[in-house]
C-alpha cells in the first residue's frame, strides 16, 4: 500500500513538472492571436495547428471555442468587449486575454494569448449634458475661461481622442483646445447683459476614429449683471423734521430713502447710523437698517426744546456709503396756560414766520403777556439766543434776528419763549412756554459749483456717435428752482460734443478723427434755475487715442529708378517713401520687398533700394519688383504696395570685337587692274554695349603718318575697304593696314587692333602670309587716330550728312528737355507732400533723359 502510494505520488510529480515545463514553453513561444472586439458567432481568430500536433482541447470556453480536430478557434455568441474586459485599463493600446488549451497526442498543457483590438465603439461622454458658465458684462474681448467639462472616450488611441467644436455661437464665442485637451471659451465680442444675457451653446466633441462618434453638451453662459452704480440719497429724503415733546414710543419721526439704479443685490441698500451720532440721540432714536425708518424708541416727556443730529449712512454691495443728515427738532411739552401775545412784523402764515435768508437783522414780531394781573411781575425771555434776540420795550418785547439766516444751514427754527414769574417764596418759575417757528426762505445765493474744475477723457477714435463720455456733476446749495441745475456748453463745440441739460451727461455726437485732430478743449456751464440764475464754468479737455485706421501710403505708386551698370553691391539705387498719418507703432512703417526677380534690398526703415550685386546691363536692363510696406499697427497692420521699376544704364565695359578678319595673318589679294572706288574687303567688328558705348569707328593707324601714300581706304563708319587711287606698279606687293577698331563710350573709349593684309598682284591667286606682321608704331594709339589724315578727308556729301544728323540732334533734345520739364513739374506736384523724396525722383530722371538722348 505504502508502495503504491508511493509510486502514484511520483506520477503526480512527473505530470507537474511536465504541465509547468509546457507553460514555460509557451509562455516563452508566445503564440498570440488577435481578434476586433463586438465580433459576432464564428469568427475565425487562429488555428493552434500552426504550432502544435492535434488533438486540440481548450480549458475554458469563455468567449472562444475550439475545433478539436483542426486548431482553428472561433468567437462565440458571447461579444468580447474591450472596455468591458478591461474597465480600468481601457487606454492600454494591448488588452489580451490567456487561454490555455492541451495539445497533442501526450495531452500537452500550452497557454496562448488572444489580443482584443479596439473599435470605436464608445462615444466620447460628457458628465454633465449642461455646462454653466457665468460672465460678466465687462469682461474685455479676449478673455478666455477654462471649460472642466472634458468628454472622455473609453476606446483607445485615435477612437479616443477628442476634438471640440462650438455651435450656436453666433460670432460672440469661440472655442480653442490648449495643451490637447484643457478646452478655453475665449470671448469675442463685447457683452452687455442689457442686451443679451444668456448665450446657449453646443459644445461637440467628436472622436478621431473611423466613422467617429460624437457626444453634445449644452454649453450655457449668463451673462452676469456688473454694479455699476451706487447709492445715493433722494432729494426727497427728509433732512428737518419737528416732533411734538409728547410723542409716543415707536413714532414714526422720519424715514430717510437713498436709491440704486442697479438691479437685484447690486441695487440692496442698508441704512446704518454714523458712529458720530451723539449717544442721547442713538438711546432715543433707532433706525431701520432695512426701511431706513427713524422711530422713538421711548415716550418722550421733554419740558424743553431739543435738537438730534443724525447722520445716517446708506451702504450698497461694493459702495463707499453715502450720507446724510437730519435733524430732529423735539419741542417742549405744549403748555395750556398759554399767555403770550404775538403781533407778528414779517410775513406769516399759520402762526409761523416766514424770512427770507441773508436778512440783515430784522424786527419779526412784537410779544405781549396777556393782561391778567396774576402776571404781573413776570417778565418774557427766549431760550435760544443764537439768532434771536427779545428787547424789552415799554412792556412789549421785540423779537428780531440778530443775523443774517442761512437756509442751506438751517431751514426752520423755533424760537422758546417763556414766561419767568416769581413763586410766593421769591424764587423764580416758569409759568409759561411757547415755540415760535421761523421758516427761512431760499434766496438763489449760491452758484452751482463743478466737482471739478478740469474734466480730461481720453476716447478711441472712430467712435461710435452719440457714445457717452462722463457724466459732469454741478451742486448747488439752494433748493428749489434755486438750486436746479442745467448744463450747456460752448455754442461753437456743440456739433461735435452734447451736453444733456439736465443730467450732465457728456457725449460725442460725431465720429472723432484723431489724425484731423487730435485733442478738443471746450468750457461747459453750469446754470441754476434762480432769477436771476447764477452760473459757473468747467473746462473739458478731450484727447483722442489713435487707432490704426490708415495704412501706409506711397508718395509714388510707380517708382522708376536708373542705375549705371557695374556698380558695386549696396549702391543706393533710390529711395521710396510712404505717409502713414497714424500715431505711434500704428503709423510706423517697414519696407519689404516682394517677389522680386532683381538683386535689390530694401532698408526696412529708411526706404532706401540697394544692390545686391553688380548689375550688368547687357544681361539685364530692366528689373521690377514690388515694394510692401506695413505699420505695425494693432491688432491689424496694414500695408500697401508700390511697383519699382529699375533700369539699369550702358556703361562702356566692353571693347569691341573683331569678327572680319577673322585672324591677324588674313590675307586678300587685290588685282593690279581693280579700278578706283572698288570695294575690295570689309572690316567688322560688333560691341556688345549699347548706344554710343556701341558705335564702331576704324581707323587706319600709320606708323609714319607724313608719307601716308596708301592707294587703300578704311570708312570710318561701315569699314568698307575702297581702292582709292590707280594701282601702279609702285603698288605691288603687300599692303598691311593697322587698324584701330573703337567705340564711342564717353568718357573713354575702349579699342581693339587688328591687322589687314592686302597683296596687290598681277593676277588674282590665293593668298598666304609668311609672317605676321607687328606694329611699329607709339603705344599711345587713341589720340594719334584724330590726327590722322584719313579722318580728315571728309567729303561735302558727309559734311550734309553731319549737319542733318547734327539738326535731328538738336531736335530730339530740345523735345527731351520739354518732356523732362514736364515730367519734372508733375513729379513736382506728386511729391509735394514729401520734399526729399520727390527730390532724388526728380534728379534720376532728368539726369537719365539727358544721358540717354545725348
Ligand atoms: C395751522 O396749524 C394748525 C395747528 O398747528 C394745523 O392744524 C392747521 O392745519 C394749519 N393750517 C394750515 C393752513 O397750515
Ligand atoms: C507681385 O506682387 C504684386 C503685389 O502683391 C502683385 O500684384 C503681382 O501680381 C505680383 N507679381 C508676381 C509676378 O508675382
Ligand atoms: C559698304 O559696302 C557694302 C557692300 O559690301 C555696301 O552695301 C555699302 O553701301 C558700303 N557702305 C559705304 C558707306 O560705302
Ligand atoms: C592683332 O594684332 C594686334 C597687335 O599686335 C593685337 O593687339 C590684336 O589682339 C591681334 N588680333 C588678333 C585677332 O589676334
Ligand atoms: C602673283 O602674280 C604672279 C605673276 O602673274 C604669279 O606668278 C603669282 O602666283 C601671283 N601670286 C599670287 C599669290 O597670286
Request: glycine share 6%.
Amino acid at each position: 500500500m505504502g508502495n503504491r502510494t508511493a509510486g502514484l505520488s511520483w506520477a503526480v510529480l512527473m505530470q507537474i513538472l511536465l504541465v509547468v515545463d509546457n507553460l514555460q514553453q509557451t509562455i516563452c513561444g508566445s503564440v498570440r492571436f488577435s481578434i476586433q472586439e463586438e465580433q459576432g458567432p464564428g469568427v475565425l481568430v487562429g488555428s493552434l495547428s500552426e504550432h502544435f500536433p492535434p488533438p486540440y482541447q481548450l480549458l475554458t470556453e469563455k468567449y472562444l471555442w475550439m475545433d478539436k480536430k483542426n486548431g482553428n478557434l472561433y468567437t462565440t455568441e458571447e461579444k468580447i468587449d474591450r472596455e468591458a474586459l478591461f474597465p480600468e485599463d481601457t487606454k492600454t493600446e494591448e488588452c489580451i486575454i490567456l487561454h490555455n488549451s492541451v495539445v497533442g497526442p501526450s495531452g500537452d498543457l500550452i497557454q496562448f494569448s488572444v489580443i482584443i483590438e479596439d473599435i470605436n465603439d464608445n462615444a466620447p461622454h460628457f458628465e454633465n449634458s449642461e455646462i454653466h458658465l457665468k460672465i460678466s458684462e465687462d469682461v474685455s474681448v479676449g478673455t478666455s475661461f477654462l471649460l472642466d467639462d472634458q468628454a472622455l472616450d473609453r476606446d483607445a488611441g485615435y477612437n479616443s481622442e477628442v476634438y471640440y467644436q462650438l455651435e450656436d455661437s453666433d460670432g460672440f464665442f469661440s472655442l480653442t483646445v490648449e495643451d490637447g485637451s484643457v478646452i478655453v471659451l475665449v470671448v469675442l465680442t463685447a457683452l452687455d447683459r442689457e442686451t443679451r444675457d444668456m448665450y446657449q451653446m453646443a459644445l461637440v466633441a467628436t472622436d478621431r476614429g473611423s466613422g467617429p462618434l460624437s457626444a453634445t453638451a449644452t454649453l450655457i453662459v449668463t451673462v452676469t449683471d456688473v454694479n455699476d452704480n451706487c447709492p445715493s440719497f433722494s432729494p426727497d429724503s427728509p433732512r428737518s423734521v419737528t416732533i411734538p415733546g409728547d410723542s409716543q414710543m415707536n413714532m414714526l419721526v422720519a424715514q430717510v430713502r437713498a436709491t440704486d439704479p442697479d438691479s437685484g443685490l447690486n441695487a440692496a441698500i442698508v441704512y446704518s447710523l454714523s458712529p458720530k451720532v451723539s449717544k442721547r440721540a442713538k438711546k432715543l432714536l433707532s433706525l431701520d437698517s432695512l426701511t431706513g425708518s427713524i422711530r422713538l424708541t421711548q415716550d418722550l416727556q421733554s419740558d424743553s426744546s431739543e435738537e438730534l443730529l443724525l447722520k445716517v449712512l446708506a451702504s450698497g454691495h461694493h459702495c463707499p456709503p453715502a450720507d446724510t443728515q437730519v435733524t430732529v427738532s423735539v419741542l417742549p411739552k405744549a403748555n395750556q396756560e398759554l399767555a403770550i401775545k404775538i403781533g407778528f412784523i414779517v410775513e406769516h402764515r399759520n402762526e409761523t414766520m416766514v424770512l427770507p435768508e441773508n436778512q440783515p437783522p430784522t424786527v419779526l414780531a412784537v410779544l405781549e403777556l396777556e393782561g391778567d394781573s396774576s402776571f404781573k411781575g413776570s417778565s418774557v425771555a427766549i431760550e435760544n439766543k443764537v439768532h434771536f434776540t427779545l428787547n424789552p420795550q415799554n412792556g412789549k418785547y421785540l423779537l428780531s434776528t440778530s443775523e443774517a439766516l442761512d437756509y442751506e444751514m438751517k431751514r426752520e427754527h423755533h424760537i422758546i419763549v417763556v414766561v419767568h414769574g416769581k413763586s410766593d417764596k421769591g424764587s423764580v418759575i416758569t409759568h409759561s412756554r411757547r415755540a415760535i417757528r421761523v421758516l427761512v426762505a431760499d434766496v438763489n445765493d449760491n452758484a452751482p459749483i463743478f466737482l471739478q474744475s478740469h474734466y480730461h477723457v481720453e476716447v478711441e477714435e472712430n467712435n461710435q456717435p452719440g457714445m457717452s463720455l462722463l457724466k459732469i456733476l454741478a451742486n448747488d446749495a439752494d433748493s428749489g428752482y434755486n438750486g436746479r441745475v442745467t448744463y450747456r456748453m460752448d455754442k461753437h463745440t456743440s456739433s461735435i460734443f452734447n451736453t444733456d441739460p439736465n443730467t450732465g451727461q457728456l457725449s460725442v455726437s460725431a465720429i472723432l478723427d484723431r489724425e484731423q485732430q487730435d485733442a478738443h478743449k471746450f468750457t461747459v456751464f453750469a446754470q441754476d434755475s434762480g432769477s436771476p440764475p447764477l452760473e459757473s464754468a468747467a473746462t473739458v479737455s478731450i484727447q483722442v487715442l489713435d487707432r490704426n485706421d490708415n495704412a501706409p501710403i506711397f508718395l509714388i505708386p510707380h517708382y522708376i529708378f536708373f542705375i549705371p551698370e557695374n556698380v558695386p553691391p549696396f549702391t543706393l539705387v533710390g529711395r521710396v517713401r510712404v505717409r502713414d498719418p497714424d500715431e505711434g507703432s500704428n503709423g510706423n512703417t517697414e519696407f519689404h520687398v516682394v517677389n522680386s526677380s532683381g538683386p535689390f534690398v530694401v532698408d526696412n526703415t529708411l526706404g532706401t533700394l540697394r544692390t545686391t550685386t553688380k548689375l550688368d546691363h547687357e544681361t539685364h536692363n530692366r528689373y521690377e519688383l514690388y515694394l510692401l510696406a506695413s505699420d505695425h499697427g494693432h491688432p491689424v497692420a496694414l500695408t500697401s504696395t508700390a511697383r519699382v521699376t529699375i533700369f539699369v544704364e550702358d556703361i562702356n565695359d566692353n571693347q569691341p570685337e573683331v569678327i572680319l578678319p577673322s585672324s591677324n595673318s588674313s590675307c586678300q589679294t587685290v588685282s593690279l587692274a581693280t579700278v578706283t572706288g572698288t570695294i575690295v574687303t570689309k572690316i567688322f567688328a560688333i560691341d556688345a554695349d549699347s548706344g554710343l558705348n556701341s558705335e564702331i569707328t576704324y581707323t587706319v593707324v600709320d606708323p609714319d603718318p607724313v608719307q601716308n601714300t596708301s592707294p587703300f581706304r578704311v570708312d570710318s563708319r561701315s569699314g568698307n575697304i575702297t581702292v582709292v587711287q590707280q594701282l601702279l606698279q609702285k603698288d605691288l606687293g603687300m599692303h598691311y593696314l593697322f587698324i584701330l577698331v573703337s567705340d564711342g563710350g564717353k568718357p573713354a573709349s575702349l579699342y581693339t587692333t587688328v591687322w589687314v593684309n592686302l597683296l596687290v598682284n598681277e593676277s588674282v591667286g590665293p593668298c598666304h602670309l609668311d609672317r605676321k606682321p607687328t606694329w611699329s608704331g607709339t603705344a599711345d594709339l587713341v589720340q594719334t587716330p584724330r590726327k590722322a589724315p584719313i579722318c580728315e578727308a571728309v567729303d561735302t556729301r558727309s559734311a550734309k550728312l553731319t549737319l542733318l544728323v547734327g539738326l535731328g540732334m538738336m531736335l530730339v533734345s530740345t523735345c527731351c528737355f520739354l518732356a523732362t520739364a514736364v515730367l519734372y513739374l508733375k513729379q513736382r506736384r506728386l511729391s509735394f507732400h514729401h520734399k526729399n523724396g520727390g527730390h532724388i525722383e526728380e534728379k534720376v530722371i532728368s539726369l537719365s533723359l539727358k544721358d540717354k538722348y545725348y
